[in-house]
């Protein structure tokens, strides 16, 4: 019975290790600036714009 018991608690401790170097990760990830699309494009201006209708260019649009 105490063997069952320690395998539910390393289990737990497995569990709690894993979900904290998952968060670790995803604030160093969280705390890299992001990188725009077009480095060139002046502040606050939306690089991803597309000039016309997409009619016709495959865009996937209907």
Excluded: C, Q
Aim: hydrophobic share 45%.
């Amino acid at each position: 019975m105490k063997l069952i018991m320690w395998f539910i608690l390393l289990f737990i401790l497995a569990v709690l290790l894993i979900a904290f170097l998952i968060d670790k990760r995803n604030k160093k990830i969280k705390n890299n600036p992001h990188i725009p699309t077009n480095p060139n494009a002046k502040p606050g201006e939306d690089s991803n714009y597309v000039m016309g209708d997409n009619k016709g260019s495959g865009g996937g649009h209907f």
